[in-house]
């Protein structure tokens, strides 16, 4: 097993990219879930109880990171040295700005379910366009500050698509 210092990738056994297979994810995580359950340490005592219970959690952790597309992302471009830092870094590209008060206009006009699932699909459609853009600068052009500004307007996006949700089922209600 990998030590508890590996990153995500080591510890599932899948290449360091963006691209992942979900099936795989899910099948590994299942793998290390058994090979790690603190109830196959009881006869080994309590000190390899709480080892177990260690591994199991870091796997868990990792597995939210791996699975999760945004979060993957952000993993990557950490660990290839361009943080985040979505507290201190708001910068964004000008027609991401305009894009965004759009929409925040749509969203306050919005009168009813059908307008408002009109704004989700077209948040939904820039999302996967995002998605496809980062998987591009992560995998292919190995272009890690450019993936992180990316990164950074999706978290806008996913935000947003939040923010709709939350007025659909008020809507709904």
């Not at 980062?134 to 806008?156: G, T, Y």
Request: charged share 30%; hydrophobic share 40%; net charge negative.
């Amino acid at each position: 097993m990998p030590s508890l210092q590996s990153n995500d990738f080591e510890l599932f056994d899948v290449p360091v990219q963006f691209a992942q297979d979900s099936a795989a994810l899910d099948a590994r995580w299942k793998e290390l879930q058994r090979e790690a359950h603190p109830d196959k340490f009881v006869a080994q005592g309590g000190a390899a109880q709480r080892l177990a219970m260690q591994w199991s959690v870091r796997i868990n952790e990792a597995y939210q990171r791996l699975k999760n597309p945004m979060k993957r992302a952000m993993y990557l471009c950490e660990l290839h040295g361009a943080p985040i830092e979505a507290e201190s870094n708001t910068a964004m590209p000008p027609d991401f700005l305009v894009q965004q008060m759009q929409w925040r206009e749509a969203l306050e006009e919005a009168d009813g379910i059908e307008n408002l699932e009109e704004i989700a699909s077209e948040a939904s459609t820039i999302k996967r366009e995002k998605l496809s853009k980062i998987e591009q600068l992560l995998d292919r052009e190995k272009n890690f500050p450019a993936a992180a500004q990316q990164v950074r307007s999706l978290m806008f996006i996913e935000r947003f698509g939040s923010e709709i949700d939350a007025r659909i089922d008020a809507q709904g209600q």
